[in-house]
């Protein structure tokens, strides 16, 4: 290759050339790296002594030969590096003679015989998939290519590589020329196989996407996502600028960043070692190094990512996709000690020279603990669609998901405002998450099921406010990813009270929603207090529904709660239908209050603002589902009926907790005796939270004129109160 | 004390007075001593700092007063330890003052305000709790004895023990003169007052009951057990006869035998300290010590009680009654190491001399790793009233509990021949255990709930079979307490298959049921498999229900199953009232499968060898629960309508795992392809289990004869088989 800045010495896209000789004289030493290749060998010299099995594509995810090439990619990539690690033959050969069984077969596949995908692979049902196998092959073939012969090199790229980067772009524009993670995937594949290659054309339709498209603007695929805007744009760098956030923040959300995050980081590698003169990770003022940092935040305390959107629970920052993005950040980023505490909690490092700096750190004590923090993280590519904020408490038992956020692509959910709360890594108030059983074949063999456009996706599945029982943007996606929620103000920096205020005017046309979201101190109460306050404005009458989902079980309603004979859905369409009504409430008293105590033994209270005559209704999922696709989960809607202006306003105390080996209660009951919206109009609300020893703390936040040096002042209950910035909370008594 | 046997120096209740020096000479030698010692005075250092309260009873248990009391005597004891291990005087002092408190109040203290009990207490709102008090602050009060005046001691003994003790004896015989924990209580904390106070009156009034007694023959507690029978026997040691068998079995179960271990066991150390001429310890052939080798075992993986009968979720061997109960049981019984294994994994000893021993014996690594086995525990006091019977695979994973004991007095549920499945600690299969939130005071002051009776007790809320959708014995406790299971025959001597086989003549008059429950290994299957054969015989026509209660989602049915759009409760009584009717599938096909995966990721299936028009109701708890008393649970019924005769037969299969991180699927699916009941007459039931990979496995129960040295001849499709013993099992192809 002509180009001067071109690195084609092998191996070079995930281990280093240079940084060979190191990683052949690396073991015993540092614990964590010696750990990894240990267990990797363990592994991966069993997985040799099997024959290599290649079987003719058939099955769907979780099936047999889905598992069985999704498992060829994974050791081959793993054999490959040990193969250089350890200079041992018996691994190439592996890698080798496997890439060889695929050479033999690939050109002759058809589309794999599962119609689902909207872009059918040969390999997998979707190209997706094929795509995965194209990076992880990439970086087995890249790492054994030293101890290939010309002849084997040439027919693993003439029937096998070559073909099968042509098929995931030239065959299949509307998989590889989108913004979507299944583009970064179909990018970043042919981008690795065209580094591992030499070859140009490939790189550089990997990075710039194709010309030539034979797609049609507004064209979707499976999941109602665009394949085709008028303004496309395509390719790796299309890619990296359109669906991150200057904050780091990648639209899909946290699931989906995490899965796409390893295309963009091992291309990025494999980029920085073959073509350093690209400084692929200052691109966009370091947001490949920012993300990493967002998408560790975006976890709770047992590093679970944050489930909103299409997010399956359970995901976390022990995936291998973030031991990859830890190391990966610590080597070409700014070396943070922090992300070495990581690395030893995850237990291993990738078998490279990240992997191999982050263990040395590791042992050379060169560590400091990953803090977790509130924070901001704006969405949108130039950050000025929404955002989504994260608030801890200082003792860092309560983290509160708000998201104020764009569409978030196809994987978006109609939840505009909605929020999650969390307690010592386990949900409090939850987001539903995805409708799916990922690769659980029962379950529509792994892909997502019909519930997630019925129920997950639905606005009333979430807890943020429904009009007129119909979901954000009527579940329009187009008009929802037209639109964007707005932030208003923030203010994290000090304990006593965290706040921030996001408002939606689009989901529904003529109304606007505002909502503040705090995490308060009160004199006298061991924990934060959250608050929420939601208000409404409309131009015509509605009913407005706020439902609140809880964990575990319902201890104490102070309200008189009517529970029939049988249970009938609460409605029919838009979520609704999924929902068996199991009791209701009409509320007679200033004040709702709602005890409950969850499945790990913790007690929780809400409180309610209620107005007499708003209704409760006690809800569980699960109607409509012949094929028990639907989790288990217990919620409360507050309605209030035929009124053009509302005030939602709520404080949820987590308090306590039950040992039922000391079978001892200790702070069963919440703090709070009274809350009180003591005043609302255009400019301002007041809410004063009263707690049972007599203590009265008002919140006042601002509706407009917001900066943080405007002055305010306001009479509440013939007193006057001034101020300076979006908020004033204290003591008034 | 003329008595020549009698030992009157103090303290010896808890701590012996020969052991003192030892004591006081300990710290800096033993980790697990030292931990404790230090955590005792890092809490009671805190507490006494405080200034005493005793208020006026007033609270139901969980509120203020109740708490305060109880918190009293806990600390109150932990202190007078204390003072005799440290000679520090502000502890002795802290509980000299507290005492002297309550005498002030004690004599004029009216009944409990809460009317709830059969026996109401004076500072609690029952007598039980009251006897806690006594039994707890006669330790207390012995260990400080010698720190106190004449005087001081004239004013606690005449205006607070004294009373106390004939209140909770000669004005409570209700409370006092059964056989019930109840009166273990009350006969333990008057007859260690009586040591205490070397009051030979009271010792013998606790040893042996009272022969005044003024209740009537019939009479019933508030949880409908009798008060007193016929041929009422009384005292502490027909309550150590009566309701332990010869293996050490406590007839109301673990649950409440952790509860009654406390008193049994602390009385019998105080009288082995007082009267060592009793040998309480070598009573009935050891039972104190059997017993407690079998509540060990008892427990899940994880430590847990099977929670049959009125048993309360979560309480473990971690519990203080176990504490004590492992340290006194390794002093006085063989100074077994594995119960020191036991000790360390409490991380807490006894604050005495057999804390100390048990210390001792852990840093001198004189321990052995505790065992749990399969084993067989009989119940009656003569071992002759049926039994318990725990199975457990080699591996160790699966623990199963079958039930086939007497009522089990008043806490006792109509569950003849019921069972339940642990995995890892986990539930499989689960029994409900009781409705009641112990010490939760929002839920009916954390007593028993109108739902354990309603539902708990109810023989559909078990593993087990219901006939007419009616309880054992109608739901009478009378004619429950008058029977009991019939054990048959079992075998744990072998790894391949460990059976057990029961029956029950008495549950539904003219119907007799014969359940077999066996684990058995089968080649090519990674866990063992469950079986279950219900044989049932009637002398008339009745519709059979086997409810199949399991914890998680369905994930796949073989079956068409029909789901509604509302949802009805299933029936109108007998706990009927209280599962919502989900779903109605019809066999159509000889075997019935359903897939499940639970909270914990694993995947299970139950595969049921139904007959064509058998029904499948699936069900979920929660109807007419106007209060959110009941807990989720879902199950299915399988249904015979309309026969005299009928054999449920059932395989469990524990098979694989889901990682929600590397988001895979192992072992998803079952590994049986059928079972069929090949054979079924008045002799022998013949079941076949044939795996995926064509393996024929067959197992042949005995329906009588079943000496292991009775031969057995049946032809079975043709082919003959001889064996001797019970039961026949092995590879037919």
Redesign the interface.
Known sequence: MADAAYNDKYPSLMIAHDALEGLQNSMDKYPLWDATVKANIKEISDVIKDSIEVPIPKDMA?GYTH?RHKNNYLNAQKAAVLYQITQEEPYAIYVRDMLLEYAKIYKDLPLHPEPRSYARGKLFWQCLNDANWLVYMSQAYDAIHSYLTPQEISILEKHLFVPMADFLSLETPQFFNRIHNHSTWGNVAVGMIGLAMDNQELIDRALYGMEIDSTTIGQKDNDGGFIRTADQKAGFLANLEEPFSPDGYYTEGPYYQRYAMYPFLVFAQGLQNKRPDLKIFEYKDSVLLKAVDALLQLTDSDGDFFPINDG?????Y???ELVSAVNIAYYYGSRNPSLVDLAIKQGQVQLDQTGLAVAQAAANGNVKPFEKRSLMLRDGSQGDEGGLAVIRSDRQDLELLFKFTGQGLSHGHYDKLSYSLYQDGHEVIPDYGLAR???????NGGGYLKENKTWAKQTVAHNTLVQDEKSHFDGDYETGAAHHSQLEFYDFAFAKAKIVQATEQNAYPGTSMNRTIAMLQVPGVDHDVVVDILKINSNESHQYDLPLYYQG????VNQK?K?G?????LGTQNGYQHL?K?GVATANSDNTTL?W?DAY?RFYTATMATSQGDQLIFV?L?????F?NL??QPGVIQRKSTTKEAVFAMAIEAHGS?D??????SG??GSLSNLEIVSSNEDYIGLVLTTKKGIMQMLIVTLRDHEKDTDHDMTINNKNYKWTGPYWYGQIN
Do not use: C, H
């Open positions: 979780g598992t399956q629970k359970g995901m976390s022990y995936s291998r059983f990922v690769n659980v074949e029962q379950k079980q319902i201890l104490q709660v529970k004979n049988e249970l009938k859905p068996w199991s005890n105590l033994k569980d699960g109607a409509n589902d012949p028990n989790k288990t039950y039922p080996v000391s079978e001892l209660s069963a009951y």
